[in-house]
């Protein structure tokens, strides 16, 4: 299997804290997305981060990505008990010839008001 | 405009049952595709679709059929249950396939919770 691997695979801080996610994948990519699930819910995309960029920002999230490492991290900043939810890195990788989006195990976020 | 749509949300099924799950999208997608989430294992893909008669398999396809005679729908089907099924699914669309390469986001429904006794 080509899939990601995130960690921690849960993760609890206090409101107001960062919260960060890491992410590794074992063959080379053309792009790596995060998403967002929440309980009960189905996945809502985040970001996109692009193989030849190495750090994206929307909002309060912060994606970096180095491909040597075959790695990618999501920070979210100043958290708050909305951000409870889970998340996952999807990949598609070069070269494959097939059309398919490639998910990650995922990292459980709690953020405690 | 309601995006993607999944029947029915709870299912639970005997083994050996057969059933369907629907998925229908609005947003003209060509690329359709069915995950199944369980825990500890993430999303993994079952089968997908780039467009209206052209299927193919994912990680994960054994035990599940699927077909795609219309752009707007993409039913999965379990032809004989078995409990190892019991998960939730989803579907999920995107413009093309190749769009999906580039980086285009997927559209997720709610889900389908199946239960295989």
């Known amino acids: 299997s080509q899939q990601g691997e995130e960690d921690p695979q849960a993760l609890s801080i206090q409101e107001g804290e960062n919260a960060t996610m890491n992410c590794s994948y074992k063959?080379?990519?053309?792009?790596l997305q995060w998403y967002r699930q929440n309980s009960g819910r189905g996945l809502v995309h985040l970001i996109l981060i692009r193989s030849n960029e190495r750090e994206k920002h929307s909002g309060r999230l912060r994606v970096t990505l180095d491909t040597s490492k075959k790695s990618s991290s999501l920070l979210i900043t100043a958290s708050r008990a909305a951000d409870t939810a889970s998340y996952f890195c999807?990949?598609?990788?070069?070269?494959?010839?097939?059309?398919?989006?490639?998910f990650g195990k995922g990292t459980k976020l709690s953020v405690i008001p | 405009n309601a995006g993607v749509t999944q029947t029915p949300k709870f299912q639970v099924l005997k083994t050996g049952q057969s059933m369907t799950l629907q998925c229908a999208q609005d947003?003209?997608?060509?690329?359709m595709s069915w995950y199944r989430q369980d825990p500890g294992m993430g999303l993994r893909l079952i089968h997908y679709s780039v467009g209206a008669g052209i299927t193919d398999q994912g990680e994960v396809p054994n035990g599940y059929n699927v077909s795609r005679s219309t752009t707007e729908d993409f039913p999965l089907r379990l032809l004989s249950a078995a409990p190892s099924q019991t998960s939730v699914y989803f579907c999920a669309s995107t413009l093309t396939g190749a769009s999906l390469m580039r980086g285009e986001k997927l559209f997720f429904g709610s889900g389908t919770q199946l239960s295989v006794l």
């Open positions: 947003m003209n997608h060509e690329y």
């Open positions: 999807a990949t598609v990788h070069s070269g494959a010839g097939s059309y398919q989006l490639t």
């Open positions: 063959t080379s990519i053309n792009n």
